[in-house]
T-cell receptor, first 112, second 116 residues
Framework: GENVGLHLPTLSVQEGDNSIINCAYSNSASDYFIWYKQESGKGPQFIIDIRSNMDKRQGQRVTVLLNKTVKHLSLQIAATQPGDSAVYFCAESTGGGNKLTFGTGTQLKVEL | DSGVTQTPKHLITATGQRVTLRCSPRSGDLSVYWYQQSLDQGLQFLIQYYNGEERAKGNILERFSAQQFPDLHSELNLSSLELGDSALYFC???????????????FGEGSRLTVL
């Protein structure tokens, strides 16, 4: 895959279980956060976003939680499927701009 | 398919050379972004253009330059290439230049550059 060699933290889950992927950010001025999914050989794909005036947002099978106090973001995936296997990146931006700063990524492996 | 097209998909060249990577954004998108993804640094923002004008700059080396043309396609020029420039270069596009409505970027599949 495209991230071979990158020392990514890895989360292994059983198919059907829930997955929680965590992300810590450092810029307290960041006010917009996005989760991206990158499958092997492809570009990152938008999953869900959240603004700093919210602490939770739900999508289809995914939920993003934001804790501004400890500068922590998480992505929860319900009933994880083999197609969810990918690298997941959190990204942040500030002041309404689109200059995204990406985290290092987490490799999610779904075991059958 | 994100609608963003990048060419070439793969490129192998030697140190000291110059290459140009090309990006066609999604139809209707005015903003183009370039990101570098290397093995040890993850996704790094290089530069953003909006409707032909530079909007934001990241960790882009002086040896690198970019532009966005009137038809909104963009090119990233990499010169005096070094071994460390080997990476995946992604282009992304968005409707606007900010995240006021949504910060969703649509990424192409990348151009893999190998410098030997």
């Amino acid at each position: 895959g495209e991230n071979v060699g990158l020392h990514l933290p890895t989360l292994s889950v059983q198919e059907g279980d829930n997955s929680i992927i965590n992300c810590a950010y450092s810029n307290s001025a960041s006010d917009y956060f996005i989760w991206y999914k990158q499958e092997s050989g492809k570009g990152p794909q938008f999953i869900i976003d959240i603004r700093s005036n919210m602490d939770k947002r739900q999508g289809q099978r995914v939920t993003v939680l934001l804790n501004k106090t400890v500068k922590h973001l998480s992505l929860q995936i319900a009933a994880t499927q083999p197609g969810d296997s990918a690298v997941y990146f959190c990204a942040e931006s500030t002041g309404g701009g689109n200059k995204l700063t990406f985290g290092t990524g987490t490799q999610l492996k779904v075991e059958l | 398919d994100s609608g963003v097209t990048q060419t070439p998909k793969h490129l192998i060249t030697a140190t000291g050379q110059r290459v140009t990577l090309r990006c066609s954004p999604r139809s209707g998108d005015l903003s183009v972004y370039w990101y570098q993804q290397s093995l040890d640094q993850g996704l790094q923002f290089l530069i953003q253009y909006y409707n032909g004008e530079e909007r934001a700059k990241g960790n882009i080396l002086e040896r690198f330059s970019a532009q966005q043309f009137p038809d909104l396609h963009s090119e990233l020029n990499l010169s005096s290439l070094e071994l460390g420039d080997s990476a995946l270069y992604f282009c992304a596009s968005s409707r606007t230049g900010d995240s006021a409505n949504t910060g969703e970027l649509f990424f192409g599949e990348g151009s893999r550059l190998t410098v030997l």
